[in-house]
């Protein structure tokens, strides 16, 4: 074989292999969960909070009817739970024989309050939206495996970044829930420097705007 062909032909396998691995896992199910009346840690209610999520694999109980086999895998800001269905996350964790293989493990994939197709102020409240924190995106997530899902105990809970925060969080709210808690990209500690900076200015250049200001008084 020619060798520049040979030094062409390599990468283009080993992409070939990876898309191969990559799809070597269910096909995940999409739907929404509504929760009526959700009251938030401000006090504020909203009539229907919409929680979107993907599963794959199947729920398993034991003979007491304990789920033994559910993953919770939580998303970063401006993230989602689609993030997780790529090459680099799902390829190589949900496939055959892998460390969170699909055929043996629920796997749940929600999308946090304010982001991808839940609930979010952007559909439609806008700034009458109501204040929300993680222990809300929190207890929103509790409600969706629980009441939703029929979910009452996690093999492991994970997530990165925000959702690394969510897992410190669900670690100290529903301590029993779980066997384990996995944090990814993040610190159990409240957000500082350059990060709290940035994000001021973001808040601050919003709420000053004044399509913003004429939006929050209608």
């Known amino acids: 074989m020619n060798p520049i062909i040979r030094i062409f032909t390599l990468p283009l396998f080993l992409l070939a292999v990876s898309f191969a691995s ?10 929404d969960f509504t929760i009526r009346d959700f009251k938030f840690a401000s006090g504020q209610t909203l009539p229907e909070l919409r929680l979107h999520y993907r599963t794959l694999g199947k729920p398993e109980k034991d003979a007491q009817g304990k789920t033994t086999n559910a993953v919770l895998i939580m998303h970063g800001t401006t993230g989602s739970g689609a993030q997780f269905i790529r090459p680099e996350f799902a390829g190589e964790l949900f496939g055959k024989d892998q460390l969170l293989d699909a055929t043996k ?21 806008h700034a009458k939206f109501p204040r929300y924190g993680y222990v809300d995106m929190v207890e929103a997530q509790y409600r969706l495996l629980t009441e939703g899902l029929g ?4 093999r492991l809970v994970m997530g990165t970044s925000m959702g690394g925060m969510h897992t410190w969080l669900w670690g100290e709210l529903h301590p ?3 066997d384990a808690l996995m ?18 200015i973001v808040i601050d250049g919003i709420r000053n705007d004044r399509e913003y200001l004429r939006i929050s008084r209608l």
């Not at 990559?22 to 739907?31: G, K, L, Q, R, V």
């Not at 944090?183 to 350059?194: D, E, F, V, W, Y």
């Open 105 to 125: 493990f629920f796997i749940v994939l929600p999308d946090g309050v304010g982001h991808g197709k839940s609930s979010k102020p952007s559909d439609a409240m």
């Open 22 to 31: 990559a799809a070597d896992y269910p096909t995940p199910t999409e739907s």
């Open 176 to 178: 029993d829930f779980m």
């Open 151 to 154: 979910v009452d105990h996690a």
């Open 183 to 200: 944090p990814l990209a993040s610190l159990p500690t409240q957000i500082s420097g350059r990060n709290r900076g940035w994000r001021r």
